[in-house]
């Protein structure tokens, strides 16, 4: 038997960095997935799919509005990679984004954090994100606004 080729979805992902002064290098909100789901309990950078026909600005800031609470201003693509699941295969892009209003809450997760690139590292993170994470305490992502 030929097994099933998971199907692939565009996935934008929000790097936000923690409001005020930098104490300790600049931090980024990361948020864990609920548990029972698929990639239980692993870290994620904020954001989900892509819709038909949205942007992926427009997705990111309606991802980040529905699970956060927060009204976002979305900059530029710093990051691309694609990872294949057993269920999923993800088209992963990641954006600079910052908060303009709201509080984020963790509506659509099970906690939210502020974390370093280093602090990341040691973080059960989703397997398609494993490559980014490389790329930001690298600095290979360039200019993070
Ligand atoms: N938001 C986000 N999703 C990621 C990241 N890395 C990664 O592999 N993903 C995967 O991309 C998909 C994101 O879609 P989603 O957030 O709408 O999916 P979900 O499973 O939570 O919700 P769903 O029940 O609506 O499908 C998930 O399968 C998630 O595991 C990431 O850094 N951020």
Do not use: N
Request: with cysteine; net charge negative.
């Amino acid at each position: 038997m030929t097994r099933a080729v998971p199907r692939t979805v565009r996935v934008v992902a929000a790097l936000i960095p923690r409001p005020g002064p930098e104490d300790g290098g600049p931090r980024y909100l990361v948020q864990q997935r609920l548990p029972g789901g698929s990639r239980a309990l692993l870290w994620e950078f904020p954001g989900g799919k892509v819709e038909a026909g949205e942007t992926d600005e427009a997705a990111l800031a309606r991802e980040c509005r529905e699970e956060l609470d927060v009204e976002l201003s979305v900059g530029r693509r710093l990051w691309e990679g694609r990872h294949t699941y057993p269920d999923l295969t993800v088209e992963l892009v990641l954006l600079a984004a910052t908060i303009v209003s709201g509080e984020p809450k963790p509506l659509g997760a099970h906690q939210l954090a502020f974390h370093t690139p280093t602090e990341m590292q040691a973080l059960p993170f989703c397997e398609a994100d494993i490559p980014l994470l490389d790329d930001l305490l690298a600095g290979r992502l360039g200019a993070l606004d």
